[in-house]
């Protein structure tokens, strides 16, 4: 009888687990999707030259803490300095030949008025010739001289505006300042200047330095890695979730997260922010041939990114690399799988 009892008291543990473990499916395991394929990732921020240069010093070494606007790198300056000089010499003799420009204008604009005043007095001549050559005091060989020289002076006048117009064509609708050689000659001062301040080589973002490169003395090219900044401020996880596992998932679901690295106790909350465009097989350096004889199928996984709170990022810190665990509440699945909102991420100019 008391076995009988055991049985049935055993029996009733039992079913009663099971309703608790189907309620608890019901309300809650069911609308949770969990992996352990995740991992902290970030932005890791190249820092190259932008000019050819010898280093003759390096501030920074890895595991250095930097702020935005630190110097990192320092270029040999000379060679900047004489292309800066060259350029500044440059914009003064072309100001100097400008100016030469308008006082040359003005030169043949008096020519012409000269011209002019020759041919007016050559036509006057030449009228009162005519008169006394019609009275026969003057012979037609005189006569034939004040009509050439009326025409030698009409073209005086007339080779004089040509040339004044091909002067004025070189200044006209312009100052000094706006002259085409002259803005030129200034784009290659500021050229040069720029050139010479990017001889040193400062943080773009505050952050810890990584896979330094560079050493004293050597000659860089333009885009050559140097080093590597990299922000904790702004991390974020990529869960890599299996492929079943993405139809109830929506950006903006909230995210519960543990490190390895500090271990259940410690918690972080997080949303979905977005959706991975393809499974990490479909861009792999190597991609699966599916197409092939010998294709087997594998369950693939999408890469989901995971916004964290900057808060609890600031209290207990993550490096890129670090392994996470992720559970997303799937409750909530008003929002769309994969919104068609495009995002501005540009930081407007100053």
Known sequence: MNRKKALLAVTGVFAVGAIAYGAYWATALRHAQSTD?????????????????????????????V???????????????VALEQAESNLAKTQRQVRNLYATS???????????????????????????????????????????????????????????????????NTTIDSHPDVRAAAARVREASLALSRTTIAAPV?????????????????????????SLDDVWVDANFKEGQLKQMRVGQPVKLTADLYGNKLEYHGKVAGFG????????????????????KIVQRVPVRISLE?????A??????????????????????????????????S
Do not use: C
């Open 277 to 296: 465009a393809g499974t990490g097989g479909a861009f792999a350096l190597l991609p699966a041939q599916n197409a092939s004889g010998n294709w087997v």
């Open 310 to 314: 900057r808060d609890e990022l600031a």
């Open 106 to 172: 003005a030169q043949l604009a008096a020519t012409v008025r000269q011209r002019d005043a020759e041919r007016a007095r050559a036509e006057d001549d030449l009228h009162r010739r005519e008169r006394l050559a019609a009275s026969g005091f003057i012979s037609k060989e005189a006569l034939q001289h004040d009509r050439t020289s009326l025409s030698v002076a009409e073209a005086a006048s007339s080779a004089a505006r040509q040339q004044l117009a091909a002067q004025q064509a070189l200044v006209d």
């Open 67 to 81: 702020k935005a606007g630190t110097p990192l790198v320092e270029l040999d300056t000379a060679d900047a300095k």
């Open 206 to 230: 505050s952050g810890y330095v990584a896979k330094r490169a560079v050493q004293l003395g050597q000659r860089v090219a333009p885009g050559a890695p140097l080093m590597a900044v990299i």
């Open 37 to 65: 394929d995740a991992y902290v990732n970030g932005n890791v921020v190249q820092i190259t030259s932008q000019v050819p240069g010898t280093v003759i010093a390096v501030a920074a070494d890895d595991t250095d803490f």
């Open 316 to 349: 207990h810190p993550l490096q890129v690399g670090l392994s996470m665990q992720v559970a997303v509440d799937t409750h909530d699945q008003s929002g769309d799988r994969l919104p068609h909102v495009a995002q501005n991420r540009l930081s407007p100019r």
